[in-house]
């Protein structure tokens, strides 16, 4: 369909810069446009960083390990971890929709240190409890909810390269892109001394507002139904 149809659109919807990239090759008559994804929950207003400089952030592992790519990140971090002596330095939560059983054979000896929790009905409250958020996916395709999620929420959101997919460049960091399980539970560690974790989350939301909030969504598509010549004056 690539190869033969797509030439034919006045545009074609990607939501990573790298997706229209891999199309053109394809077919390089297509006219791919970039809308990224957006999460529409709402926005909260952070705590003045003076409120949270010397408090060692609470940390989650987040993602569904009943999905491979998840799981097999999450195995390989567990006995990352345990080197580092993470365990012994915070308590880290986990929210992996499998049940209690199979969440303590995938986190090996790491398990004790661990607090499970299978599912929450209301994630936004959840996930305000947490300050550091770590995917652990290594694979996938397309943007990572997750990852828009924490980033609206204004957490620090640590993960491998995968769970970056389609963000923008900026100036300042606002998440730590990690190597391998070794790299990122050396982040984690780096990540636990105060002031190391509030900066970083308070960024990561400044991109979302400008990149990934509703009302750019909303801008983006606008202008794209509207440059589209069976379109126009529509709506």
């Given at each position: 369909?690539?190869?033969?149809?797509?030439?034919?659109?006045?545009?074609?919807?990607?939501?990573?810069?790298?997706?229209?990239?891999?199309?053109?090759?394809?077919?390089?008559?297509?006219?791919?446009?970039?809308?990224?994804?957006?999460?529409?929950?709402?926005?909260?207003?952070?705590?003045?960083?003076?409120?949270?400089?010397?408090?060692?952030?609470?940390v989650l592992i987040w993602g569904n390990l009943s999905l491979g790519n998840i799981s097999s990140g999450y195995t390989a971090l567990m006995p990352a971890l345990e080197q580092a002596q993470i365990g012994q330095m915070t308590?880290?939560?986990?929210?992996?929709?499998?049940?209690?059983?199979?969440?303590?054979?995938?986190?090996?000896?790491?398990?004790?240190?661990?607090?499970?929790?299978?599912?929450?009905?209301?994630?936004?409250?959840?996930?305000?409890q947490f300050d550091l958020v770590i995917i652990p996916d290594l694979g996938g395709s397309g943007q990572k909810f997750r990852c828009l999620d924490a980033l609206r929420l204004g957490k620090c959101v640590v993960g491998f390269d995968i769970a970056f997919a389609g963000l923008p460049k900026h100036s300042r960091p606002y998440f730590a892109r990690c190597q391998d399980p070794q790299d990122l539970a050396y982040q984690i560690k780096k990540l636990l001394a105060p002031g190391e974790w509030q900066e970083m989350g308070r960024e990561g939301q400044r991109v979302f507002i400008q990149h990934f909030g509703f009302e750019s969504f909303q801008r983006k598509w606008c202008s794209l139904i509207g440059s589209i010549p069976p379109l126009q004056g529509r709506g």
């Open positions: 369909m690539e190869k033969y149809y797509l030439h034919f659109a006045d545009a074609v919807h990607v939501v990573k810069a790298e997706d229209g990239e891999c199309l053109k090759r394809i077919n390089p008559h297509i006219k791919p446009v970039v809308i990224p994804l957006a999460s529409i929950g709402t926005i909260p207003v952070l705590r003045s960083p003076s409120c949270s400089t010397q408090r060692q952030p609470k308590r880290i939560s986990v929210l992996g929709r499998i049940p209690y059983k199979e969440f303590l054979r995938k986190s090996g000896a790491m398990g004790r240190y661990l607090d499970y929790i299978e599912r929450t009905d209301d994630l936004d409250a959840f996930l305000g």
